[in-house]
């Protein structure tokens, strides 16, 4: 089961910037944040990971609060483009199965 | 170009019919993975490999075949094809099981 809650749609202003929050409040210390999104029914797609200090890519950037039960992905200037639904993870399953437990995510839609 | 490709994009078959869908990556990465995503069940593991000669069912195994002969390589075979097998499949590998996944364009198989 998806250890996140993510809200279930967003909108966001051509633009703005988009911020999506996922709360995971039972992560435990080793555990990384990542997050993919996933275009239509394209593969999904890699943005960014972090474990505890915020981190920033050419993608977005990553906030996670310092008790890190939640974060916070930006997606700075969002475009048309970035619509999409955008998963919050914060497990990888039981074992060393390496699968990535996908839970509903967040679809964001950008409106021009 | 670091990349997954799956073949073919998309196929409809008819119940009973063998068929394999190809995944190659082209970034060395020892752990190879298959999943399937159907309409409110999200993506779910069916295979994964950690190296060459090392396979493991992931969630839903029932009716799908894997092998690794070469490292970039990770077939899925579907000996004998069944309605209930008609979905989006992606492949995905990583360096290492528990490191960020690159995912393939998808496969959208339609069994009739």
């Known amino acids: 089961d998806a250890k996140t809650t993510q809200p279930t749609s967003m909108d966001c202003a051509e633009g703005r910037a988009a911020n999506l929050p996922c709360n995971h409040s039972t992560i435990s210390g080793n555990e990384y944040v990542y997050w993919y999104r996933q275009i239509h029914s394209q593969g999904p797609q890699y943005i960014i990971h972090?474990?505890?200090n915020n981190e920033t890519n050419e993608m977005a950037s990553l906030i996670i609060t310092e008790d890190r039960k939640s974060s916070t992905l930006i997606l700075p200037h969002a475009t048309l483009r970035d619509t999409a639904v955008y998963y919050c993870i914060v497990s990888y399953g039981s074992g060393n199965t390496g699968k990535l437990i996908f839970g509903q995510g967040t679809t964001l839609q950008v409106k021009p | 170009e670091a990349q997954v490709t799956q073949n073919p994009r998309y196929l409809i078959t008819v119940t009973g019919k063998k068929l394999t869908v190809t995944c190659s990556q082209n970034?060395?990465?020892?752990?190879m993975s298959w999943y399937r995503q159907d309409p409110g069940l999200g993506l779910r593991q069916i295979y994964y490999?950690?190296?060459?000669?090392?396979?493991d069912k992931g969630d839903v195994p029932e009716g799908y075949k894997v092998s690794r002969k070469e490292k970039r390589n990770f077939p899925l075979i579907l000996e004998s094809p069944s309605p209930n097998q008609t979905s989006l499949y992606f492949c995905?590998?990583?360096?290492?099981?528990?490191?960020?996944?690159?995912f393939g364009p998808g496969t959208r198989l339609l069994v009739l």
């Open positions: 490999s950690m190296n060459v000669e090392v396979t």
């Open positions: 970034m060395n990465h020892e752990y």
């Open positions: 972090g474990l505890k």
């Open positions: 995905a590998s990583s360096l290492e099981e528990r490191e960020t996944q690159y």
